[in-house]
């Protein structure tokens, strides 16, 4: 009688888990969906534009773009390093019509040291090199390997550890902080496309229809 009893518990035990595991799965594959719902339709609702300074901030792609998509990154942020690859993408299909401006966010205690580390490969024409070099790999989080990293993209050693150590363009990423704290951001990575805003860790294909969107409606 108790094994029978056993038996019909760990059935309905069993049963439930299933039960919830198929819930949940419904649940997530409906908020995934919802999401990139709202993600596919915010350009397309409009909304509050915003009008971004990007003089001064390294840029990708089409110097007379359709499109322009100015990130808010960090380079210690995961949701910024999966981005990476993705945006990449983009601007190699779409380089003659959109444009991609970079401007730094820092959110964790390394990511204005590794902000800097960029811009000062950037001084030297390398700042493209030493951003992707720190993304592909993140987790850098000490000067010795900040300097390894641009060492590694062909730096004047001599010329970056020095700028590096002035702290040569801190004010220049706090001032693209100011641009982020100005029209309400609080992470990373976000986007501010043709104006608009979009924030997180787009899939590719949300990314391709919204170009392609803006690229026919500037037609």
Known sequence: MAKKILKIILFLALFFALAFGIAFGFYIVKIYRETRAELSGKIRLGGEKYDV????????????????????????????????????ELITTYKNDVKLVYKDYPQFEESLDLAEGARCAGEQGLFW??????????GINTAEGIFEAAKQIGVNESRFKKCYDENKYRE???????DAQAIGLSGTPAWIINGYMVKGDIPLDIWDKLIKQLINDSI
């Open 129 to 138: 090199p030493m951003h992707d070099k720190l993304f592909l790999n993140q």
């Open 53 to 88: 300074n990007i003089d001064g901030n390294y840029w990708l792609g089409a110097a007379n773009p359709k499109v322009t998509i100015i990130e808010f990154g960090d380079f210690a942020c995961p949701n910024c390093k999966n981005s990476f690859p993705i945006i990449r």
């Open 172 to 178: 220049d990423i706090k001032k693209d902080v100011l």
